[in-house]
């Protein structure tokens, strides 16, 4: 009969659990091809970043001088119809009444400075909002005023309007 062979029993450690990445990076196997990719793709980057860089501030360059193209279009635009509405004779006058206060013969205008405000005398008395009459001789004031002016030997700061009497 066949001796059978005693088995001799082994205390046997269970494997520790790894994680995912530490199961990974043990796995990895590093060889003269991978060292020369690795090689090639940091070759790859040195001699192409500065030319992306490049390509990069051209497309930045670009889009700001297409951005000012376009308002400079818009420009064009603006003043092409303003142009237009020069060559309307309806539009000059328009524009000539309102800025330049200018009117028609016969017209009758009135120009109202500071609307809205109390006008108030230099003595802080309010102006009366009643049409009153004066009782100056303006045409014998005048008549003094150039005598005045001429024939006399004081400087301009030394003459002084005269005072009128307020009734």
């Known amino acids: 009969m066949a001796r059978r062979q005693r088995t001799q029993k082994v205390p046997v450690a269970l494997p520790q659990m790894e994680s995912a990445p530490e199961h990974w990076l043990r796995n990895i196997r590093l060889s003269g091809f991978t060292f020369m990719m690795l090689g090639l793709v940091i070759l790859a980057v040195v001699v192409l970043a500065p030319s992306l860089r490049l390509v990069i ?12 193209v376009k308002d400079k279009e818009e420009s064009v ?3 092409t119809e303003d142009a237009a509405r020069w060559s309307d004779p309806a539009y000059i006058e328009a524009q000539a ?4 206060v200018y009117v028609f013969p016969g017209d009758l205008t009135y120009l109202v400075k500071n609307d809205g405000e109390v006008a108030a005398a230099a003595d802080g008395v309010p102006i ?3 049409i009153q009459t004066t009782q ?7 008549v003094s ?3 005045t002016a001429g024939l006399t030997d004081a400087s301009a700061a030394d003459l002084e309007t005269p005072q009128v009497p307020v009734p």
Do not use: G, I
């Open 57 to 68: 501030e051209q497309q930045q360059q670009l889009a700001e001088l297409s951005s000012a």
């Open 97 to 100: 009444r309102a800025r330049m």
């Open 145 to 147: 005023s150039v005598f």
């Open 136 to 142: 100056v001789d303006w045409l014998q004031t005048m």
């Open 128 to 130: 009366s909002t009643e």
């Open 77 to 79: 635009t603006q003043l």
